[in-house]
């Protein structure tokens, strides 16, 4: 496995990954949609279409963006084979649900590599022993959250009711504008702002905050 990383508040280069994936046979690249740690989006436009080239597959971690900021398996980036092919993705985030839900999406390109592989040690995460479960619940072995599967159904109903562009674009009018705020405070947003998540915004302090008491103050309650 290899990493590439970018300068803190910027981008993956598109021209490095072509450049690794040119060197090395690789079967899959992961993307983080949203960067925990800096807070930058990755340019999905730029980056499947060259992956797929590669002929490999392409596995989003979405779990900060997943429902406000755009992924779309059924997207085409630049021709019919150029897709997203799994997407992973926490209950917890911008579905807006309790903690405790892995959501897991596969296209038939990657169920097909599946299929290609030998058996697989690590059980809960093989996509095949959820399949059969997937198309009639009563074989789950075990006792499912129903709880959380019954607010993972009602947070999706808010998200449809919104609609997903709706959705995406407030996302990025509230990004912008805590990004803002921030700034009128002293405080510098560690992503560069046309790469910016909606959905996450990291920031520095000025020099005269101290972190610790920073946080201990906010979080304090009146
Ligand atoms: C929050 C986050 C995680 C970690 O999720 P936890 O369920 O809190 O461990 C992983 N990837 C991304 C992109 C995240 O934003």
Redesign the pocket.
Known sequence: MDVLQAEWGKQVSPDEVERTLSEHTYKAVTI?????STGVAADLDALVPIIKKHGALVIL?G??ATAAMEEDMSKEYGSPNNKIDVILT?S??AIGVP?GLAIVAFNQTALNAREEMEHIPAYYCDIKNWIPIMHDPSKYFATPPVNLIYAYDEGMKLVMEEGLEKRYARHSAFGKGVRGALREYGMTPLAEEDVAAST?SCILYPDSVNDAEFRSVLGKKE
């Not at 983080?32 to 925990?36: P, S």
């Open positions: 983080t949609h949203a960067d925990t971690d779990v900060c926490g917890q985030k903690p996450l």
